[in-house]
């Protein structure tokens, strides 16, 4: 093991003289791509010199594991890529809270993560002030990052501007994870309807799928999280538009079609039954799967892939638990549609209240170019071979210890950009676990049935001001009514409050950018 690991240590010293090496002129500096600062704020294309001492990096990222992690990968990604590495992990239940507290009071570090699409349109007015770097005439000038699909970078943009990098996401990975041995226990086949899925759910609850004679599981285990848990892909069963949809002629938001109230019915339904845990609308990502790892709950509804994970610690708990994925399930007019992103999950932005100037600009973007290739992206996803994966065939064969990922390689996968079909060289998983085989494929067969969101690259200058406000009135109210404190009546006072707050305006804005891109 020790000589596995001082190969894998050389090879990336190695890289890192390469690095610091090629083009290196007497004075010990560099040559790499350093475009100047245009009038408009912008760079250019000149090149630039980058010093060959460590470069200091602070960078905000999302954490999605309970603790931070050990500072294994952070130090080779150093020496790797000739940088001081500080990074600022924040809870992914309060990143958004704490990157707009941090950009309200000017202490963003060099490098902020934005957490998806969502994010990102809020953040449209603060690019349009020039509180962030342009950076799309740069890219051609970096070897790894002009390999970024630029149909993706487009739905970034704004005002047909880049100002961000991506992470790369397959268009929709969402459906169901569940207990097929409680299913089978219970002569239950993978649900194929609404009803289906209810009757499952409901026998999750009452019919003792664990056989321990204790009326102590529930159906569904969900999360604070409209988008990303269970209620946008029931609403994209149900027949909901992606954000927004037409109706009579024009665009209007999701929550004004009658999918949504039935999609707030049914979850209501589920709540008032006790077939999904009392407290969604407060619990964290964690705390969600950890009812499912624990045997509390039977199907949990989200990204499929999440299975490998979860099969990994729910057999630590329970060597006999088996889990399945399935994805198809139509609603009450029998059509099958799930929701898409626009091929990114996070993006990062470089505010130029940390990033001083242009050179300062190039040296970051710099890092991300080595963070794209083959062997830092290797790195910072799967970790160090001999440790944290094997190769076979090729293919990575990752290690069952979920404590030893989640605590050394996990939390960096989150600051990757690009992916698998941008980095030549990134390696691939063998899916070992039949329910993971099976999810890759079911995500290739989400393809065939997607429902884009029609606004992703159109504009609305109220919607980028109030946005972000109007959309908490409307998560308020929808979470009011699945828990049965407003009804029907209360949640269209809440679109009406939307609408006369500056939805209206919002939906002008909106239909005159769709006409005008026709």
Not at 238 to 267: H, R, S
């Amino acid at each position: 093991m020790a000589k596995k690991n001082a190969s894998t240590l050389l090879a990336i010293m190695t890289a890192v003289a390469v690095l610091t090496g090629c083009g290196s002129n007497e004075s010990g500096a560099t040559n790499s791509p350093s475009p100047t600062t245009t009038s408009s704020g912008a760079a250019s294309e000149t090149p630039a010199e980058v010093k060959a001492e460590p470069f200091k990096l602070t960078i905000m990222a999302n954490l999605h594991t309970p603790e931070v992690p050990s500072d294994k990968i952070e130090k080779l990604l150093e020496a790797a890529t000739n940088t001081e590495l500080e990074f600022q992990w924040v809870p992914d239940g309060t990143y958004d809270e704490k990157m707009n507290a941090s950009f309200a009071t000017g202490t963003l570090p060099q490098a902020v993560y934005i957490k998806n699409q969502t994010s990102l349109i809020m953040m449209r007015d603060a690019i349009r002030n020039e509180q962030f770097w342009e950076i799309g005439p740069l890219l051609d000038q970096y070897p790894n990052l002009k390999n970024l699909n630029p149909d993706v970078l487009k739905n970034t943009s704004v005002d047909g501007k880049i100002y961000s990098l991506y992470q790369e996401r397959p268009l929709s990975r969402q459906g169901i994870v569940y207990r097929k041995d409680w299913a089978e226990k219970l002569g239950l086949k993978e649900p194929t309807t609404v009803d289906e899925l209810y009757t499952m759910l409901k026998a999750f609850t009452e019919k003792d799928p664990d056989g321990n004679g204790k009326n102590d599981t529930i159906g569904l285990t969900d999360r604070s999280d409209l988008v990303y848990g269970a209620f946008k892909t029931i609403s994209s069963w149900y027949g909901t538009p992606n954000g927004w949809g037409m109706q009579d002629g024009k665009l209007v938001p999701e929550f004004m079609f009658p999918a949504y109230i039935e999609t707030m019915k049914y979850v209501k339904k589920l709540h008032q039954e006790g077939l999904i845990n009392k407290d969604f609308p407060v619990t964290s990502k964690n705390d969600q799967q950890n009812l499912l790892i624990t045997g509390k709950a039977g199907a949990y509804i989200g990204s499929m892939p999440d299975v490998k994970s979860l099969d990994t610690k729910i057999t630590e708990v329970n060597p006999n638990a088996l889990l399945d994925v399935h994805n198809k399930i139509t609603g009450p007019d029998g059509n099958f549609g799930i929701w898409a992103i626009p091929g990114y999950g996070s993006v990062v932005l470089f505010p130029k209240s940390a990033v001083k100037s242009e050179e300062e600009l190039k040296n970051i973007l710099s890092f991300y170019d080595k963070l794209m290739s083959a062997e830092t992206a290797n790195l910072i996803y799967w970790g160090v071979e001999g440790e944290h994966y094997t190769m076979q065939d090729g293919k990575v064969l990752p290690t069952t210890d979920t404590k030893l990922t989640d605590r050394e390689t996990k939390p960096y996968q989150s600051i990757q950009i690009g992916g698998k079909s941008t980095i030549e060289g990134f390696y691939e998983a063998i899916d070992i676990l039949p329910a993971k085989a099976k999810a890759e494929e079911l995500i290739l067969q989400n393809n065939d049935f997607l429902i884009h969101d029609p606004s992703a690259p159109l504009d609305s200058a109220t919607y980028t001001q109030d946005g972000a406000r109007l959309q908490e009135m409307i998560k308020d109210a929808t979470y009011k009514f699945m828990l049965g404190n407003i009804d029907e009546a209360g949640f269209q006072a809440a679109v009406d409050a939307w609408l006369k707050q500056g939805g209206t305006k919002i939906i002008e804005e909106f239909n005159a950018s769709y006409t005008a891109a026709q």
